[in-house]
């Protein structure tokens, strides 16, 4: 009965995670996926395909970078959207209709702030072809430092919050678990937790209540995982500003 119980919860945890999983925006699924081009992705010849911004810190400017690329079809060629796998990155065109032999430039411009760390992040341009498959495919790649100073200590970015660390580890006897996290946003944040997807007991709370801009403050969870089935299971963090799938601190239960 036990195993039973405890494949019926992990079943449960499954099927609320894929829900949470649909509810993810397309343009991010994109990035997880080599997309299917359109018909006019051999009418648009792109210099370059893929570009790396210079060394940068959470501190840096954000840098531009030009991706020149012209219509080389006999026939005239709209852009009608482009779409960036990461907020990180604004896209800019000089021009969204070219003429057949017409150039043009695409602009990406790389905002490292809040994005520590080594990413690849992706452009899709999509043409009046089809909206639904890019004619191409671009993608800007950076190795970004952490932020001197208090920041630098809390490498894992969940919108304005910033933890010391995002995952943990547990076994079935029952445990208290700080983490100390950081306000780096320009507001209060009042900080609270989604155990929905979490299979046994577990409370949460922040000290102190309200992170003031700049402050730091420890999240206690107090859990008793007992005989829940092993597994990672996502406590999703709410109030700092982000993404559910950017909130993520990954709890994983084993057995002793």
Known sequence: MKRMGAIAVCALVCSAMQAQIRTVPKERLLEQVSPRLSIDSTALAF???EL???PMSEDSEPVSLDFPFRNVSNREITIVKTVSSCSCVRVSLSRKILAPGQEAVLTAIYDPEGHPGKFSRRIFVYTAASEQHPATVLRVNAEVAQKAGPEGEYPYVCG???LRRNSFELSSKPE????????????PLKISAETAFIPFPLSFSCEPGIIA???EAVLIMKIDAGAAADGTYPLILKGCGATPSESRIMIKKTTE
């Open 47 to 49: 210099e370059l395909l």
């Open 52 to 54: 790396e911004t210079p």
């Open 160 to 162: 304005s919050l910033r």
């Open 176 to 187: 208290t678990v700080h983490i100390r996290c950081y306000n780096s946003g320009s507001r």
């Open 213 to 215: 801009p700049g402050e």
